[in-house]
């Protein structure tokens, strides 16, 4: 059974950082394409970065230069740097992973205050 569980939300003050970390059970993660994304109150779910299992990234505009996805192979885990965060960067954030089926996380709540 595939799980994927999240870590490393919380609250932080606007220009401080967080890292997501992304924990993947079920013997999927080497192969799959894995994303984060985002989703907040009144808003729909969208896609912040992704990384493919050959280490490809892509991001978001909103994020570029600020978030960096990666991945270790050994740990089964995936995760999301996020510096310069903004109040706009307030969601709940989710981890996803591709691998013949679409899997999700639980989310982690990020709270950016100004």
């Known amino acids: 059974q595939v799980q994927l569980v999240e870590s490393g939300g919380g609250l932080v003050q606007a220009g401080g950082s967080l890292r997501l970390s992304c924990a993947a059970s079920?013997?999927?993660?080497?192969?799959?394409?894995m994303r984060w994304y985002r989703q907040a109150p009144g808003k729909q779910r969208e896609l912040v970065a992704s990384i493919t299992a050959g280490g490809r990234t892509n991001y978001a505009d909103s994020v570029k230069g600020r978030f960096t996805i990666s991945r270790d192979n050994a740990k089964n885990t995936v995760y999301l740097q996020m510096n310069s965060l903004k109040p706009e960067d307030t969601a709940v954030y989710y981890c996803?992973?591709?691998?013949?089926?679409?899997?999700w996380g639980q989310g982690t709540q990020v709270t950016v205050s100004s």
């Open positions: 996803n992973a591709e691998y013949a089926y679409i899997y």
């Open positions: 079920g013997g999927i993660f080497r192969g799959s394409l």
